[in-house]
């Protein structure tokens, strides 16, 4: 699936300049399902490979990506500030992910989202991604986890 980014949205590397940012939106984001989302994503941040959206002059999302074996990866991380939501941030955040993975040589795109995060499994769906397991107990032993994958 092909979509156009809002015009004004860039996509870029991290720098490190941007950690205070990325540290601010995991809180927020990931609180309800990690004790310690700050601490999470500064270990994911260093491993991957970190893309930020910005519209204009501030930043408004993030995506994280690992290499896995094979032609996969994974996309640990995905948020979007609560104001840009339903702005096509994320689309255009899954669709860079895709052409670097593509560009890199890889296959497939995997990932787990809680069961209870609609508004994410909804955007997964929409974008391709099929259920292909639950995990009980996956996040903060208590909610339900699915596993994501997309062929590319």
């Not at 004790?35 to 893309?51: D, E, F, I, K, N």
Request: hydrophobic share 45%; charged share 25%.
């Amino acid at each position: 699936m092909r979509v156009a980014a809002p015009s004004t949205l860039q996509i870029r590397q991290r720098r490190s300049v941007d950690d205070a940012f990325l540290a601010g939106l995991a809180g927020r984001a990931f609180a309800e399902y990690d004790p310690h989302p700050t601490a999470s994503m500064r270990r994911l941040v260093q491993r991957g490979s970190t893309w930020l959206a910005w519209q204009g002059d501030e930043p408004v999302g993030f995506a994280v990506v690992h290499p896995l074996s094979g032609d996969c990866i994974d996309l640990c991380a995905i948020a979007v500030e609560e104001q840009a939501r339903g702005r096509g941030v994320g689309r255009a955040l899954l669709a860079h992910i895709e052409r670097v993975a593509l560009g890199a040589g890889r296959k497939e795109i995997r990932l787990h989202t809680a069961q209870s995060n609609l508004s994410a499994l909804e955007l997964f769906l929409k974008w391709g991604f099929r259920v292909t397991s639950r995990t009980p107990r996956f996040y903060r032993d208590m909610y339900e986890a699915c596993a994501l994958s997309k062929r590319l």
